[in-house]
């Protein structure tokens, strides 16, 4: 767990975290020399940030953070949870105010010139001189510009206009919007690359579909569909008819990263358990959640009558699986090899099993 001084510095650190190896864009209208301007850039202003919160927040607040990832109501800790929600909206306003002069500014030798109604709120324009940016005024115009970095303006300006590219591919320097910038990220993230890569690798080979920064944050899927039509791509924990792997970050939690396995047809899958390998039963029976009477199941029965729903599977003993919402069982905050060879077994048995899901 990382240890941090105040609440500011914890979420500026998720951008860090998500801020990807530079790996350039192959464009005409862009150099490379220029992309990696813009990237020294970025990468000085995060840590600009973390070093000295106070350059955007006018307060700093305790650390604190959650433990109970789908369920952190249950801490009591709704002054903290503001806190953070407050804080993660200081710094997408100030992303987003880089972003909008990027699109509005006129480019003019280095520079980003502006209307003078434009205004530059006085901490943006402090932390814009740190980074090395110099503003002036020049008529009726206000300009921008960066003796340290001469190309970043070129780089800015594509970013910010380029089709396809969004605020998440500009603060996190996405230049390439076919690069797997996320797999980069998760691996890292992951603490044991070699699990990460194997899995990785199963998921490529096998059919599932890569899907980068899903509702416009920096995640990662790879997805199968295994229903006759291609339904919406929900979150892991609701998931239905898709099979893969869904990595995400939640900056509140005290291990934000987290890697849910998106199992299709789980209730079918359950019934079909004696079809199973030891190793793979082990693994369901061990990690999948057992009926505990919490009355999700019943909860629209009047009468009181109406029978938990369960599956009962059989592995040395007897166990009540319950099949609602699996992936808050199927889920890690870091990856070991044995994890990845599961989740391979797994899956694979969901695609050997897929002439059960249309009988």
């Known amino acids: 767990m990382s240890q941090f001084d105040s609440m500011e510095q914890r979420i500026i650190n998720m951008y860090i975290d998500l801020f990807p190896p530079f790996k350039p864009g192959k464009n ?4 490379e020399s220029s992309q990696k301007q813009f990237y020294e850039f ?3 202003l995060l840590h600009i940030l973390y070093n000295n919160p106070l350059l955007l927040f006018s307060k700093i607040n305790q650390d604190d953070y959650f433990i109970k990832r789908f369920n952190k109501h249950s801490e009591n800790k709704q002054l903290s949870y503001t806190r953070m929600k407050k ?12 972003y909008n002069i990027g699109k509005i500014g006129k480019q003019n030798n280095g520079a980003l010139v502006f209307d003078d109604k434009i205004k530059f709120p006085a901490r943006y324009l402090e932390i814009l001189e740190q980074c090395g940016m110099e503003y002036t005024k020049n008529d009726s115009h206000l300009i921008l510009l960066s003796k340290k970095y001469p190309e970043l303006v070129n780089c800015w300006k594509w970013l910010s206009t380029s089709p396809g590219h969004s605020l998440t591919h500009f603060i996190s320097c996405m230049f390439d919007l076919n690069y797997a910038y996320a797999s980069d990220i998760y691996s890292k993230l992951s603490g044991n690359q070699e ?7 199963f998921l490529i080979n096998n059919g599932y579909t890569r899907i980068d920064n899903r509702d416009n944050k920096v995640n990662l899927d790879y997805v199968k569909e ?20 869904s990595a995400q970050y939640d900056s509140l939690m ?17 019934e079909h358990f004696e079809m199973m390998s030891d190793e793979l039963k082990h693994f369901i029976v061990s990690t999948g ?4 009477g919490c009355r999700y199941c019943v909860q629209m029965d009047k009468t009181g009558e109406k029978q938990f729903t369960y599956i009962t ?14 992936a808050f069982q199927y889920c890690w905050e870091k990856l070991e090899l044995s994890a990845a060879e599961n989740i391979i077994r797994l899956l694979s048995f969901a695609e050997d099993a897929k002439v059960f899901y249309e009988k």
């Open 42 to 44: 970025i990468n000085t």
């Open 226 to 245: 295994y229903d006759s039509k291609m339904n919406e791509i929900k979150e892991p924990f609701g998931e239905r008819t898709h099979g893969g792997i």
């Open 87 to 98: 804080c993660i909206k200081s710094l997408q306003d100030f992303f987003e105010f880089l």
């Open 289 to 292: 959640k057992k009926c505990n």
């Open 28 to 31: 005409e209208s862009i150099s």
């Open 195 to 201: 699990a990460f890569n194997l899995l990785e690798s």
């Open 254 to 270: 005290e291990n934000p990263a987290v890697y849910s396995l998106r199992i299709p047809y789980y209730k079918i899958l359950l």
């Open 313 to 326: 599977v059989s592995h040395k003993k007897e166990y009540k699986m319950c099949f609602y919402f699996p």
